[in-house]
């Protein structure tokens, strides 16, 4: 068996004191956007057993009144990147022109969008259990 060289031990216990400072860094500083070297969140918290869970969604309106669901598929956004930047977008709902936008490049034959909203689905929760109840709060609203 090969023994590592001194200059070889240097460098792993380096790279390991790196490797455990970033960590460290990132488990007080850090967002999702530092992964894996910063918490990820979205697995970071839990509701209580009596506080209603949130089901945020993005949606459109066409000039017809139609409502469409704005996804990863048809606008190019995934729900995670919204729910990343939710107080972005209610402290300035301009922002969420981009979505109407990339929707129209990604769906020329629709229907251009003149409302893009998000909002949340609060469902109904008692004793950890769903009650089959829920409100909505619409969060951030643009408007052409």
Known sequence: MNTLSAPGRAARALVTGLAAALLLAGTV???DDHFPFGPFRMYA???GPDEPAPDPRVEGVDRTGAVVVLTERNAGVRRAEIEGQQQRYADDPALLRRLADAYAR??????PLIEVRIVMRWHGITDSRPTGTHTEETLARWRA
Not at 106 to 111: C, R, S, T, W
């Open 45 to 47: 918290g839990v509701n």
């Open 106 to 111: 990604l769906n020329p034959a629709a229907a």
């Open 29 to 31: 500083w850090g967002s």
